[in-house]
C-alpha cells in the first residue's frame, strides 16, 4: 500500500512537470505572433498587399505597406477571438466528455494548424487564417486540460493554476526562437514540422499521465489516475464514472462515495455550502459579481490583444521602418514574455496566502478566498494603468518600460475566485465543478 501511494505522488509529480512544459512550449505560442510576423514578412507574406506611393512635393517611391499589416492584424484577431469565443463550447466539451476526449480534440486542431503553416508560402498566404485559429484553439485547450492538475496538490492550488498560465503567456517565446532559428538558416516550414511531430509526445502524455474524465477537488485519499495500482482501495474516477451507467440505481451512494468529494460538517461549513446543497451554475453566472468581472476582464483583455495585434506595426513606425531596430524591440518583447512563467506564481501566492491557516470566527472559505483576491484585482487593474500610459507615448525606449509591465499582467487574470466560480476566459472550463446531470 505505501508503495502505491508513493507511485501516486511520483505520478503527480510527473504530471505537473510534464504539464508544465507543455504549457511553456505549446500552449499559447500564438500570443508570440510579433516575432512570427517579422518572418512572415521577409518570407513575403502578402507582399502583394504592399504598394509603390510618391511622397507630396517629391519624386521618391515609398512602399505602403499597410495593408500588409492589416492583414498580419488579421490573422492574430480572428485566432484571438476564436481562442475565446469558443473557451464555452470547449468547456462543454471538457465537462461533458472529460480529459481524453478534449486533449484528443486540442491535439489534432493543432497539429492541423501547424501542418498549414508548413504547407504555406507566399503564395498561399492565405493558409495562415485557418492555421493560427487552430494553433490557438488547440493551445487553449492543453491549458484548460492542464489546470486541473493544481487539484492534485492541495493548499498550492491556486499558485500552481498561476503557474500553468505563466508558462502558457512564457510559450509566445517559442515564435522568438523560430524567429531565430529563421535567422540562423532554418526555415520556418521545418520548424513548423517539428512542432507537429511533438503531437506524439502529447498524445503519450495523455494516455499514461492525465485521467480520462477529471481530477476532482479536494482530492480523496487514495486518488489515482491512469493505470490501477494492484488492486488496493485506490480512488478511481473513471472506474467509477462507467459504473455509473451500468448502476444507475447505485448512482447516488456512487456520488456520495466516489465524487461528490464529501466534507465533513464542519468542513462543509468552511467551505461556503451546506452539507448537500450546491450552488447552481445558472445563480453564479447571473450574479452582478461575476458579470462586473467579466465586463472588466474583457476590457483589460481587448486592451492586451490590440497591443500584441499591432505591435509589429507601431514598431515599424517609432523606428522610422528601420528593420535592424524593430527586430531589436521584437526579440525584447518576446524575452520579456519569457519571464511571465516566473512572475505568474506570485498572483498564486497571494490567493493561497490564507491556506492552511484558521479562518476568522464567522466567514467561509470562500469569502477567505474572496477577501485574499482584492490586493491582486487592485495591483492588475494598477499595472493595467500604467502599462496603457507607456503603450500610447510615442517615444521608442519607452517601450521598454511597456514590455516590462505586460509581463505579469495576463497571469493576474487568471484567477479561480468568489464561490469557486471561475472567472477568467482560461480557466472557465478547468475544473467540472457543475457536472452535467
Avoid at 112 to 121: D, E, F, I, Y
Wanted: hydrophobic share 45%; with cysteine; glycine share 8%.
Amino acid at each position: 500500500m505505501l508503495g502505491c501511494e508513493e507511485g501516486a505522488r511520483l505520478r503527480y509529480r510527473l504530471t505537473l512537470v510534464s504539464g508544465l512544459l507543455e504549457c511553456l512550449c505549446f500552449a499559447g505560442v500564438v500570443f508570440g505572433w510579433a516575432s512570427l510576423a517579422f518572418v512572415l514578412k521577409v518570407d513575403g507574406y502578402f507582399i502583394d498587399l504592399c504598394v509603390n506611393v510618391t511622397e507630396p512635393n517629391s519624386t521618391l517611391l515609398n512602399t505602403d505597406c499597410s495593408g500588409q499589416d492589416e492583414q498580419f492584424s488579421l490573422v492574430f484577431t480572428i485566432a484571438s477571438f476564436l481562442n475565446n469565443f469558443l473557451t464555452l463550447p470547449n468547456g462543454f466539451i471538457f465537462d461533458r466528455f472529460g480529459t481524453l476526449a478534449t486533449r484528443l480534440v486540442g491535439i489534432s486542431l493543432y497539429t492541423t494548424g501547424t501542418l498549414l503553416v508548413a504547407a504555406s508560402s507566399a503564395a498561399l498566404s492565405y493558409l495562415l487564417f485557418p492555421a493560427m485559429s487552430l494553433i490557438a484553439v488547440g493551445g487553449i485547450l492543453f491549458l484548460i486540460t492542464n489546470m486541473q492538475v493544481g487539484n492534485l496538490f492541495g493548499t498550492h492550488r491556486s499558485t500552481i493554476i498561476t503557474l500553468y498560465n505563466g508558462a502558457f503567456d512564457s510559450s509566445s517565446a517559442i515564435f522568438l526562437i523560430i524567429k531565430v532559428l529563421f535567422e540562423g538558416g532554418i526555415s520556418l516550414r521545418l520548424s513548423f514540422l517539428v512542432l507537429s511531430a511533438c503531437s506524439l509526445v502529447h498524445v503519450l502524455r495523455t494516455i499514461f499521465l492525465m485521467p480520462i474524465k477529471h481530477i476532482p477537488y479536494p482530492v480523496p485519499v487514495g486518488y489515482t489516475y491512469g493505470t490501477s495500482c494492484g488492486t488496493s482501495s485506490s480512488y478511481n474516477v473513471e472506474e467509477y464514472e462507467s459504473t455509473q451507467v451500468a448502476e444507475p440505481s447505485q448512482g447516488a451512494k456512487g456520488q456520495r462515495e466516489m465524487e461528490s468529494l464529501p466534507l465533513e460538517p464542519e468542513d462543509a461549513h468552511q467551505s461556503g455550502n451546506a452539507p448537500g446543497k450546491e450552488t447552481s451554475f445558472r445563480s453564479c453566472f447571473l450574479s452582478w459579481f461575476f458579470l462586473w468581472h467579466l465586463l472588466w476582464l474583457s476590457v483589460m483583455q481587448l486592451r492586451h490583444y490590440l497591443f500584441i495585434g499591432t505591435l509589429n506595426p507601431m514598431l515599424n513606425r517609432l523606428a522610422n521602418q528601420d528593420p535592424t531596430l524593430v527586430s531589436q524591440y521584437t526579440n525584447a518583447f518576446a524575452f520579456t514574455q519569457l519571464c511571465g512563467v516566473l512572475c505568474a506564481p506570485w498572483n498564486g501566492l497571494l490567493m493561497d496566502r490564507h491556506k492552511g491557516k484558521p479562518l476568522p470566527s464567522g466567514m467561509t472559505e470562500r469569502e477567505a478566498d474572496l477577501r485574499s483576491s482584492v490586493l491582486s484585482l487592485f495591483l492588475t487593474s494598477l499595472q493595467c494603468v500604467l502599462f496603457s500610459i507607456c503603450a500610447t507615448s510615442p517615444l521608442l525606449p519607452l517601450q521598454y518600460v511597456t514590455f516590462i509591465l505586460q509581463v505579469p499582467w495576463p497571469p493576474f487574470w487568471e484567477v479561480v475566485w468568489p464561490g469557486d466560480v471561475t472567472i477568467c476566459f482560461s480557466v472557465a472550463s478547468s475544473v467540472p465543478l457543475f457536472r452535467p446531470g
